[in-house]
């Protein structure tokens, strides 16, 4: 896989309410700075479970590679959500993630969110 397609498998786990399958994704000790919260990995993997996201599309998605074991992403995600009272996860936002590669599997050490407002 490459970095693109693991930062999806990382919305479509979490889209599934799949904690297991984001925590694969996920370090345990990530910062995961999301909605002006922060929290740990493991603590996002335990939200994922109860999360509301109806369907995600991604846009103008970029990769910076820091080393060959750790690059950066930059994106937009559009979400939509199935609840009205979770429309706060519903909108335009700017997403960036760090990940790195452990010997060869790539896990999120960084991840943050930002409201696009008036898109």
Excluded at 7 to 35: H, P, Q, T, Y
Excluded at 89 to 108: D, Q
């Amino acid at each position: 896989m490459n970095i693109k397609e693991y930062e999806i498998s990382m919305w479509e786990a979490a889209k599934n309410r799949d904690g297991a399958g984001f925590m694969e994704l996920v370090d345990e000790n990530a910062v995961m700075v999301c909605g002006g919260y922060r929290c740990t990995g493991a603590e996002y993997g335990e939200i994922v479970k109860d999360f509301d996201i109806a369907s995600f599309e991604i846009s103008a998605f970029e990769v910076i590679f820091q080393t060959e074991d750790i690059c950066q992403v930059h994106y937009m995600i559009e979400t939509k959500v199935t609840k009205e009272e979770n429309k706060d996860l519903e909108g335009v936002f700017h997403i960036t993630t760090t990940w790195k590669r452990y010997e060869n599997k790539w896990k999120v050490i960084f991840n943050m969110d930002s409201r696009v407002i008036g898109y």
